[in-house]
């Protein structure tokens, strides 16, 4: 199972979790102007890794437990224009030890609170999808850990988990720069979040973007958001990723 982007392909055949919107979005928006070292936690199939390098000249650090997420990775990273520039870490964020404080950190945390009574049968994509083995106080940890002082932290998460993740982003010195409200439809509520954190608090700034539009058909701003990437056709709904 190949997806195909502009300047990359990513294979996900034996990944727990796919290629999604969420995971795109968050890369098209990071902005990495004059960013040197970045660091994608959980990178899964290493698509924020990958996205991040076509639109660098940083060099990556990616971290990831899933031993089949890993293998696909490294294939990916193996087969990219930028394979020089990223390096793979199979182990857990917790155990990582950086060599540098990074400019930018990017995350699509799993973020469902775990249950014990929990019943996904899949448990690689169990793991993938809720945070007992990443909480977000861990999370929130690495990013005070591994980011520079003039930083950012760019996370995307469910308006619900946002809000829990920002309560707890305090008491770890962290704080809310800028928040994207994404919509995934036109005058409907958002339902995700992009937040972007710092370890210098600054006036906070707000934009909202919506995926699709009442016909269910991608937005003018969301097709110029991913064109450098998503190989886009005329009259195409691209609704591959639609949540």
């Known amino acids: 199972m190949i997806f ?6 990513v294979k996900q055949q034996d990944s727990a979790m796919k290629i999604g919107t969420d995971s795109v979005l968050l890369g098209c928006y990071c902005k990495v102007h004059n960013t040197k070292y970045i660091l994608d936690i959980g990178t899964g199939t290493g698509l924020l890794a990958l996205m991040l390098a076509q639109k660098s000249e940083a060099l990556i650090d990616a ?16 087969q990219s224009l ?3 520039r990223i390096t793979l870490y199979r182990q857990r964020i917790q155990e990582f030890k950086a060599q540098e404080k990074y400019d930018i950190i990017i995350c699509n945390p799993p973020y469902y ?11 690689q994509r169990s ?17 005070q850990k591994n ?20 309560e707890e982003a305090v008491a770890n010195g962290l704080h809310l720069q800028h928040i994207i409200y994404i919509h995934s439809l036109e005058h409907k509520t958002p339902n995700r979040h992009i937040l972007v954190l710092g370890k210098t608090s600054a006036s906070l ?8 539009d009442a016909q269910g058909n ?8 991913t064109n450098d990437y998503y190989l886009w056709k005329d009259q195409d709904t691209d609704k591959r990723l639609k949540w």
């Open 4 to 9: 195909q982007f502009k300047q990359f392909a």
């Open 63 to 78: 971290v990831e437990t899933d031993e089949a997420a890993a293998t696909e990775a490294a294939f990916n990273f193996s």
């Open 82 to 84: 930028w394979a020089h």
């Open 113 to 123: 609170r775990h249950k014990a009574s929990m019943s996904i049968t899949d448990q």
């Open 127 to 143: 793991m993938a999808r809720h945070d007992k083995d990443l909480p977000f106080t861990d999370l929130l940890h690495c990013i």
């Open 147 to 166: 980011l520079n002082d003039t930083g950012t932290a760019w996370i995307i998460l469910p308006a619900k988990e946002a809000g829990e993740l920002l």
């Open 205 to 212: 700034t707000e934009q909202h973007m919506s995926v699709y």
């Open 218 to 225: 991608p937005t003018p701003e969301y097709r110029q958001l």
